[in-house]
């Protein structure tokens, strides 16, 4: 499993129709694309949301984003992060 975060963006309309009903749903998406949301949490600043999940690769991941984009009008970044001591040992190998 690879872990990915979701930097969402609202739009007027996603923001209109958020609700605790609408975040289930999308983690049961995340389920349905064999990942497992780790955390999700509002931010103040350039994106308006973060969702940290474990896909079991980059399709799946993508594949969550747009599904999740789709049900709530939330325009997603996904990017792969790596953790700290896996780069340090990539930064070793070079």
Do not use: C, W
């Not at 979701?6 to 990942?35: H, I």
């Not at 994106?47 to 009008?73: C, H, N, R, W």
């Not at 997603?76 to 070079?94: H, Y």
């Amino acid at each position: 499993m690879a872990t990915f975060f979701l930097f969402g963006t609202y739009s007027s309309d996603a923001m209109k129709n958020a609700s605790a009903k609408r975040t289930e749903k999308a983690v049961e998406l995340v389920k349905k694309f064999n990942g497992t949301v780790h955390s999700m949490y509002a931010l103040l600043g350039e994106k308006d949301l973060v969702l940290i999940a474990d896909f079991p690769g980059i399709e799946q991941a993508a594949k969550a984003s747009l599904a999740i984009g789709k049900l709530t009008g939330i325009a997603f970044s996904t990017s792969p992060a790596i953790p700290v001591k896996d780069f340090d040992q990539l930064v070793a190998e070079i």
